[in-house]
């Protein structure tokens, strides 16, 4: 583990040269909690409900935008409005994965308007390089609004029984993150990967790449196509920033009791990394 990810959040967010990296850090510390929720669901009202409930105790909302049956303006104008309210930030879980040309066209513009309302979203290296450099390229246009309130995360692994994402990969997601520091946040890995050597790049002495990682439930080891889990103090233990849980709050009986209980595992494990009294 990096000795970055003993510090503070507060710290980190006040060394940290990127904006979007800053201003997680910032929610984190102000609201107490490292959780994201993935909110799964199929509707709009669905989704502004869960991000209106869970807004106060989360830092992260990611979506799957695509598996909304009805997308629309007001889903993007009632997200946008939520995280304003509440304080967290966007995370479109898109996993871009093909040549730069068509990813550029599938992050800007396009049927979701990705850009407009996702502070932060995710790629697969499955295509190699190009697509972290094209991404990053867009982005950084003079003509993209959005300016330095975007950031990447990379899809370093996966936790789906017999995932692929591993060894070269994962190498080769630390090596992009290096290369494209600026746009690239960190990561999606279910451990830090700060110790990882890459052949190309080397790490800058402050390197604080942030680690998302996902599979993460209190009551269930997996589920029967593949999923595999651990707890929230185990992904923080292991490395995590920050813990994206699915099913485990929004399925739950009572979804707002469960984040609150995500909230203060992931919280107190935090705390017992950073070696501060709870
Ligand atoms: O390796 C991964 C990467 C991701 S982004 N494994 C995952 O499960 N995910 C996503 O995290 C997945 O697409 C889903 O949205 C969420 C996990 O949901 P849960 O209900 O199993 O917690």
Known sequence: MSSASRQPYGVRA???PNALVKRLF?????????????ADVTTTKELLDLADR???????????????????????????KLAEKHNFLIFEDRKFIDIGNTVQKQYHGGALRISEWAHIIN??????????????????SPDFPYGPDR????????????????GEYTK???????????FVMGFISTRALTEVQTDVTT????????????GVNLSSKGDKLGQQYQTPRSAIERGADFIIAGRG??????????????????????LARIGASQ
């Open 172 to 182: 080769a997601s630390v090596d992009y993150a290096r290369k494209y520091r600026g």
């Open 203 to 214: 790490a800058a002495e402050d390197e604080d790449f942030v680690v998302f990682t996902t």
């Open 249 to 270: 709050i929004y399925a739950a009986p009572d979804p707002v009791e469960a984040v609150k209980q995500y909230r203060q595992e992931g919280w107190e494990a935090y």
């Open 26 to 38: 910032e929610i984190a510390e102000a609201k107490k909690t490292n959780v994201t929720v993935s």
């Open 14 to 16: 006040q060394r940290h």
């Open 54 to 80: 869970l807004g106060p105790y989360i830092a992260v909302i990611k979506t799957h935008i695509d598996i909304l049956s009805d997308f629309s303006e007001e889903t993007i104008t009632g997200l946008t």
């Open 123 to 140: 790629c697969s290296v499955l295509p190699g390089e190009g697509i972290v450099e094209a991404l990053a390229q867009t982005a950084s």
């Open 151 to 166: 950031g990447l995360l990379i899809l370093a692994e996966m936790t789906s029984k017999g995932s692929l994402a591993t």
